[in-house]
């Protein structure tokens, strides 16, 4: 007897033209690694849970773009006690695939751009304020997973791998390079307009 797989119904699914919106609460989990004085000093940054929006446009049945935005506030230790606290503002683009468009399992991959911004800053030891780069460049990798809920609702469960750094100063000397290069665990909710 031969197998017979379900036709998709309108609404099943992703297609050409969608726009997905999703909201999750992200774990930020940084992998901190420290050059020259950062390195001696063993500079760690804490993990943060915060929420995150990211909206994908599909420009193929299977491939979308995905903007990633949200913000969070870091603070820093050291083996010479609390170095302050900094926001991290890091807008990624990625280009994804989508395995299963018309399925309601729906894993992707994502690769992409990642621009962060530091602001805010209340970094400082010794009673003096560390400088520090303002912004950075680098690659993010991604990997999920929408589960459709109803036509167009979806539950999600996305994780990323973001490269990013900034180059620290003390009184104009520096410190080094502090690479936080994060990896992001998020689960939320999704909406396809």
């Known amino acids: 007897m031969p197998v017979l797989s379900r036709a998709a119904s309108p609404g099943d699914g992703i297609g050409q033209g969608d726009l997905l919106v999703r909201l ?43 903007l990633i935005l949200g913000t969070s506030r870091h603070r820093l230790t050291s083996s010479i006690g609390d170095l302050g606290g900094v926001n991290v503002l890091p807008p990624t683009l990625l280009l994804q695939y989508h395995f299963n468009p018309s399925g309601r399992v729906r894993p992707y991959a994502g690769a992409g751009i990642n621009y962060t911004y530091f602001y805010n800053n209340g970094l400082h030891a010794g009673g003096e304020p560390i400088a520090i780069k303002r912004n950075s460049i680098g690659p993010a990798l991604q990997f999920g997973v929408d589960v459709q809920v109803t036509k167009r609702l979806f539950a999600n469960v996305d994780v990323k791998k973001i490269w990013m750094g900034t180059d620290a100063s003390l009184g104009g000397q520096p410190l080094g390079t502090l690479h936080i290069d994060p990896l992001v665990v998020g689960v939320g909710v999704g909406m396809k307009f």
């Open 24 to 66: 999750r609460a992200i774990s930020i989990q940084p992998a901190e690694r420290g050059s020259d004085t950062l390195s001696a000093l063993k500079v760690g940054v804490n993990n943060a849970i915060v929420p995150e929006l990211d909206l994908t446009y599909m420009i193929r049945d299977s491939i979308g773009v995905e």
